[in-house]
């Protein structure tokens, strides 16, 4: 008998054979139609795990099923090696990040390449690598140029933990996203991408991705908030200019009872300078300090404030309403000044009430009259405008349209859009990342590098611990103090590094043109490859990356560098690999090891078992018994499918068509339905197909008559299919069965559609003996289907009286008979 068959050697053999010979390297141009696949690049944190071993599998399919449909093919694979976790382990290990990183990368690299992944590696490269990073400093001087950075003091959030400032979207519930530190506030200086220009065609391209799901959709609608009302202006006592609020709710204008600035505005200063409120305003603002936005914004909390002695004017009403400072005032929204109006706003109804304001009704329910005296919500629905001269009576579908035009008219204000997205905080205070190529000089204040100059690399010789609020490379002398490039006169190097979102931006472009030395990228290999075709990540990356990178997607179309609006129009979103339902991880010590898998069962085991698990985009909860659940189900399966092609290998390659019989219209009907399964990324279905036709083809073997022609027909076809998904076995197998070529240079099969169409006989139903029904089914329906469709039929159930049949006898496929007890 033939030895089982050998993955080890096998996988290692041809894993080592398709790096050698750049197996995967795709030409520089598409030689025919394309297809651009990128799966979110890596952080090398360590080595491979399983959640790594899901998505490259999933795409790593995809991309095989297209080169196998005639696609030119475009699947590389980076390194997103700047930011904190490399830094913060190699501060602990006492190293320099880069050796770190480059040895996680080393080691990352070659597990995917193990994992048989069809990566064009002459394309990689880490973003740590100064042939990258010099880019990054380049676009951020073009960005400089276009007035898209700027540097600003504001306040920021600040990570004590970490020594850093974050931008908003890695502030989770008031907390470092990485460390889960309470984030504080800090008033620094700092470099921001001026990504609210571009908050609209952030929404409104959002059409174009009809490859996203309604919940990725709606997830950047939200964050991006757009909020559509009117800026009203409100003279105030003591100051020459008025002061702006943003309100959505111009309507209510009337009811406006009082004033509120956030404790921040440089107004309320003004105006409690040299007062009595002048104490009382600092030990305020000392408490709302310590507060995060959530604590400040949450329903929950009795919201807190003190009045700063002087009036507004309410511009339509003339009457003098208070001024308070509060801390649910936001000094980053809008414009930091509220018109409150306690009767429509919840906010302003709760802080009325607790310090005794006034309630006036603007809108009035068709229901009956709101009485303020005993109101205990704001109201928010419908009704008509009252005790608002003029307009009494105008219904509130119709109320905000028609009081903006009138402040417009009026001079008083103006229609105004607002929105939650602030602009993108890029500088950070830490080492690990691309220096921001900006020299500070005295006289000419911020000076670009000159570009002949770039890349600014990291100074290797720094003591990288973090020190506060100055990035460590504040302490490398000799890289800091240079000429100013204008004035010759000294000068000092920006100490930030930039953000790493700012990497994952744009390298699916550097993929194109990894080696340019010139410009980023060409234009015309970018007008060849891009927009990918499918784009494949984790979900938690809804926001904050492809915000981003959609964002900078729209400044290169802005700088004629691309073409297309939206750049990864399909994004397939996968599940999470977990065990007893928490995520894997050393410290919890549920980790499956992908190394294991690959020794005891292999490469084409682990994938198919992970793809097998269920639909790509559901999380999947490993077994307790961890990586030898794989030798339970898809490793016996492969040495089954190994063990019919060893069979079926003696007989003469196939020659033409085969004589059609019943297994080779099964064939063609799985490779219809396995192929619209690929499609549809629902690898887990097409396995199960391939399996019944595995079984079938043993069924038929042990036939008498069977045809040696056809089974290798059936065998070829399940190599074929399988090849995306186990791409090891499936090529071993094919030159076992003779041929010179390797499965992976073989066209996708096509089904003859008349072969493949669902054959129909009608099935009797017998009970006793006697026909009772007649039944339409599939020719190749199966006996469990044939009784379940049997017991289905009201006429046999009619003659069955309730009956538990004694017998119940199925021959596929015309004929279930029943028989029952007769007393
Ligand atoms: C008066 C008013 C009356 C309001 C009413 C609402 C209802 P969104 O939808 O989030 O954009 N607001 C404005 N700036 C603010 C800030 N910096 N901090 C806290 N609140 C602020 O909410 C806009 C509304 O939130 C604005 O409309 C304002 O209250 C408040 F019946 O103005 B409104
Ligand atoms: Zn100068």
């Given at each position: ?23 995967w390297?795709?030409p ?11 799966t ?10 399983m ?24 699947s ?75 540097r ?81 202006r409100?003279d ?28 921040e ?49 309410n ?28 009767a ?9 009430r ?48 028609a ?92 100490t ?32 060849a ?44 979103n ?235 006898i199925?021959?596929?496929?015309k ?9």
């Amino acid at each position: 008998m033939e030895p089982d068959y050998e993955f080890r050697e096998v996988e290692e053999r041809l894993a080592r054979e398709w790096v050698d010979t750049e197996r995967w390297a795709a030409p520089r141009l598409p030689s025919s139609d394309k297809r651009y696949v990128v799966t979110m690049f890596p952080y090398p944190s360590g080595d491979m795990h399983m959640g790594h071993v899901e998505v490259f599998s999933i795409h790593d399919a995809l991309a095989r099923f297209s080169r196998m449909r005639g696609f030119s093919v475009l699947s590389p694979l980076g390194f997103d090696a700047f930011g904190l976790p490399a830094e913060n382990a190699a501060i602990k290990r006492g190293i320099n990040p880069k050796e770190w990183t480059y040895a996680n990368i080393a080691q990352l690299k070659s597990s995917a390449q193990r994992l048989g992944c069809s990566f064009d590696w002459s394309r990689s490269f880490a973003t740590c690598d100064p042939s990258f990073y010099k880019w990054n400093q380049w676009f951020f001087l073009r960005f400089f140029e276009r007035g898209l950075a700027y540097r600003e003091r504001a306040p920021v959030n600040w990570c004590p933990n970490d020594k850093t400032v974050l931008a908003n979207e890695q502030v989770i519930a008031g907390r470092c996203e990485r460390c889960d530190a309470v984030v504080t506030k800090r008033w620094l200086t700092q470099w921001f991408f001026r990504t609210t220009d571009y908050a609209d065609r952030l929404i409104d391209d959002l059409a174009i991705n009809v490859g996203w799901s309604e919940r990725l959709k709606m997830l950047q609608r939200n964050w991006i908030g757009r909020s559509e009302g009117a800026e009203v202006r409100f003279d105030i006592e003591g100051e020459s200019e008025p002061v702006t609020v943003f309100t959505t709710r111009p309507d209510t204008l009337w009811g406006a009872t009082f004033f509120v600035l956030a404790p921040e505005h440089p107004l309320c200063d003004r105006l409690a300078r040299g007062t009595e409120y002048e104490g009382r305003l600092a030990s305020f603002r000392a408490k709302v300090e310590s507060l995060t936005e959530i604590d400040r914004t949450s329903t929950e909390r009795a919201k807190k404030g003190i009045w700063l002695g002087k009036h507004a004017t309410n511009p339509v009403t003339g009457e003098a309403i208070p001024i308070w400072a509060a801390d649910y005032v936001l000094m980053d929204y809008g414009t930091g000044a509220v018109m409150a109006v306690p009767a429509h706003d919840q906010r302003d109804f709760e802080f009325a009430r607790s310090y005794d304001l006034p309630v006036r009704v603007a809108i009035q329910p068709a229901s009956g009259a709101l009485d303020p005296s005993t109101m205990d919500a704001a109201y928010l629905g419908e009704g008509v405008m009252v005790g608002s001269g003029t307009f009494d009576g105008t219904p509130s579908d119709r109320s905000v349209a028609a009081v903006t035009q009138w402040l417009e008219q009026e001079g008083r204000g103006r229609h105004a859009v607002n929105y939650r997205l602030r602009d993108w905080l890029i500088s950070r205070q830490r080492y690990w990342g691309t220096p921001i190529p900006i020299v500070h000089c005295a006289a000419c204040g911020e000076v670009p590098v000159p570009e002949e100059e770039l890349p600014v690399t990291l100074p290797d010789d720094v003591d990288f611990a973090p020190t506060g609020e100055q990035s460590p490379l504040a302490g490398a002398h000799e890289w800091v103090n240079v000429r100013c490039p204008k004035c010759g006169a000294d000068a000092h190097r920006d100490t930030d590094t930039m953000d790493t979102f700012v990497d994952s931006s744009w390298y699916f472009h550097r993929y194109l043109d990894a080696h340019n030395d010139e410009e980023p990228f060409a234009r015309e290999v970018d007008d060849a490859w891009m927009a990918i075709d499918q784009y494949t990540g984790g979900i938690e990356h809804a926001v904050l990356h492809l915000i981003y990178a959609r964002f900078w997607q729209k400044i290169l179309v802005d700088m004629g560098m691309a073409r297309d609006p939206e750049p990864f129009p399909a994004l397939l979103n996968q599940g999470q690999v977990t065990m007893g339902a928490k995520r894997m991880s050393k410290s919890r010590g549920n980790l499956v090891d992908p190394t294991k898998a690959f020794e005891r069962y292999g490469a084409d085991a682990l994938r198919l078992y992970i793809l097998f698990s269920g639909p790509p985009d559901a999380d999947f909860d490993w077994p307790e018994e961890g990586v030898d659940s794989i030798g339970r189900v898809t490793y016996p399966w492969l040495q089954r499918v190994w063990r019919l092609v060893v069979e079926a290998g003696d007989a003469p390659v196939t020659q033409g068509a085969t004589s059609a019989g019943p297994l080779i219209e099964r064939m063609h009907r799985t490779i219809k339905v396995v192929t619209a399964d690929y499609e549809a990324f629902s690898f887990n279905t097409a396995i199960a197909r391939l399996m019944e036709l595995v079984n079938d083809a043993y069924r038929y073997k042990a036939e008498p008559d069977a045809d040696a022609a056809v089974l290798r027909r059936v065998v070829e076809s399940v190599l074929l299919l399988l090849c995306p998904m186990a791409p090891f076995v499936t090529d071993e197998a094919w030159r076992r069965l003779g041929h010179e070529g390797s499965v992976h240079d073989e066209p996708w099969p096509v089904f003859d559609a008349l072969l493949a169409a669902e054959q129909e006989v009608v099935m009797i139903v017998q009970v006793n003996g006697r026909v009772r029904d007649r039944i339409t089914v599939p020719a190749d329906v199966s006996e469990d289907i044939m009784v379940e469709r049997a017991f289905g039929s009201d006429k046999v159930r009619e003659h069955l009286g309730g009956r538990e049949p004694a017998k119940v006898i199925a021959r596929p496929p015309k004929l279930v008979s029943l028989v029952v007890a007769t007393d």
